[in-house]
């Protein structure tokens, strides 16, 4: 399904560098969630977000509802930021999940 | 409190053959669901439940059969292997349904279908 496309699909960035993230939905939502999959296969859940935006730690998740936009930022990156990242969305009882963005920080 | 656990974490399966993935939530969480994730794709749901006794499909129910006969549990069946089954299935669960819960997730089982 195409409802949650993300980009870019694959990162690679420098420690320290500034990391942004983009999802891009087509359908009424609820909600917007980022989880973080690490290497070995985990999902956790990183933001869960509505309106606005949201920090925690170097994470920064903001969303733009009239545009169907939602960015997630990692400031400072470090190589324990490699992980693939996940957008998805509330749509009536169930979530629609994008493909995943891999990102990988180099020392 | 264990969170969301999922056995056995890998299975090999010959085409044909039955087996269930076993899932368990010790947070009385309502709202429990199956994901299976193949390379190149999102998630998909396959079932979902909003409470014991209550289940759904999602968007891949075929092959796949749950059941909710306790909160705490969300077993997964596959009645009939196919190699179209393999991938790395993924149970969920959280407090009270969609609307808004952060959205806690077990291991993973990956299985292999031969």
């Not at chain 1, 992980?83 to 169930?94: D, F, L, P, R, S």
């Not at chain 1, 629609?96 to 891999?102: E, P």
């Not at chain 2, 079932?47 to 969300?74: C, K, L, M, W």
């Amino acid at each position: 399904n195409n409802e949650v496309e993300q980009s870019p699909q694959n990162l690679t960035a420098q420690v320290g560098e500034f990391i942004t993230i983009n999802c891009s939905y087509s359908v009424g939502i609820s909600a917007l969630h980022w989880l973080q999959q690490h290497p070995g296969g985990g999902i956790v859940s990183l933001f869960m977000l509505s309106s606005g935006k949201k920090k925690h730690g170097r994470l920064i998740a903001t969303i733009n509802i009239q545009e169907k936009h939602s960015s997630l930022h990692i400031t400072a990156s470090h190589p324990r930021d490699s992980a693939v990242y996940i957008c998805a969305v509330e749509g009536g009882n169930q979530f629609y999940f994008g493909t995943g963005t891999s990102l990988t920080v180099i020392p | 409190n264990a969170g969301v656990t999922q056995t056995p974490k890998f299975q090999v399966l010959k085409t044909g053959q039955s087996m269930t993935l076993q899932c368990a939530q010790d947070m009385n969480h309502e709202y429990m669901s199956w994901y299976r994730q193949d390379p190149g794709m999102g998630l998909r749901l396959i079932h979902y439940s909003v409470g014991a006794g209550i289940t759904d499909q999602g968007e891949v129910p075929n092959g796949y059969n749950v059941s909710r006969s306790t909160t705490e549990d969300f077993p997964l069946r596959l009645l009939s292997a196919a190699p179209s089954q393999t991938s790395v299935y993924f149970c969920a669960s959280s407090r009270t349904g969609l609307a808004q819960e952060t959205q806690y997730f077990g291991p993973g089982t990956r299985l292999l279908v031969l």
